[in-house]
């Protein structure tokens, strides 16, 4: 599977609040996710970090604020419609059709983009091959291990090659070992590919040794930004997830 061309274009928010009622659950959220990076966010539980990622794939409108993507205004696209546009996510939970096998749930999201069956077919053993997975391709969805279970929800995700991928806590419940198997996946993902990828994690290890750029949240606003150096050297971060969450976890 060899790397394809993406554009320079990023996908962003800017100044994105998303309330519920009284309750703001993203506050005047600023960041921004470019093309063959890995761009980490995480935060203690209830930080807002699902909702940031629904509202950057069309899951929720924000409130106020822009997403952006290559400079268009694509707040109010459906998530179908930003997945045809090249943003791509997993979820917490795999989401795998159950009564298909692993070829088909791939194939089912590549003729949902477009795509004849033939070519969608072609595209997911060319993407289970590349992740050296290929023996799961006839394995069925609902028998799958948990840890393959994830893998699958990634190919899946990958199906004609989007221009960003977004994690929703793809480790939860990983040993150490699998999760650098993850973290190795991961970063090929953006090397190999050219993808940007936005990774949410409660594993803050993985985040920290595959990301470039660290968005950390609490209570729905950024409260610090950076390289790794800059997140692990922060007072903010360590008082609000690094200190107590650990300890915590």
């Known amino acids: 599977m060899m790397r394809r061309k993406k554009n320079g274009s990023s996908l962003s928010a800017s100044g994105v609040t998303v309330a519920f009622g009284g309750f703001k659950a993203l506050t005047d959220v600023t960041l921004s996710i470019t093309p063959g990076a890995v761009h980490g966010l995480i935060g203690p539980n209830g930080a807002g970090k699902t909702t940031m990622v629904n509202t950057l794939t069309g899951f929720q409108s ?7 993507l290559g400079g268009r205004d694509v707040g109010t696209l459906s998530p179908h419609d930003l997945r045809r546009e090249g943003v791509a996510r997993t979820f917490q939970a795999g989401r795998l059709f159950s009564g298909l096998d692993v070829l088909d749930n791939l194939a089912v999201t590549g003729v949902g ?6 070519a969608s077919e072609a595209e997911a053993l060319r993407i289970l091959d590349w992740m050296g997975v290929p023996h799961l391709a ?25 221009a960003f991928l977004l994690l929703d806590e793809p ?29 949410i994690e409660h594993n803050v290890g993985l985040v920290l040794s595959v990301s470039h750029h660290i968005y950390v949240l609490d209570a729905g606003m950024i409260i610090e930004e950076g390289d790794v150096d800059v997140i692990l050297k922060s007072r903010a971060v360590r008082d609000a997830y690094l200190g107590a969450d650990q300890e915590a976890a």
Do not use: C, N
Request: no cysteine; aromatic share 2%; net charge negative.
């Open 138 to 162: 006839e394995h069925p969805a609902a028998g799958l291990p948990y840890t393959d279970e994830r893998r699958v929800g990634i190919a899946r995700a990958l199906m004609f090659s989007p």
């Open 171 to 199: 480790a939860a419940g990983m040993s150490e070992t699998e999760a650098a198997d993850l973290a190795a996946l991961i970063r090929r993902v953006a090397e190999d590919l050219g993808t940007g990828v936005l990774l």
């Open 113 to 118: 983009l477009g795509h004849g069956r033939a």
């Open 62 to 68: 924000p409130t106020s604020g822009t997403v952006g």
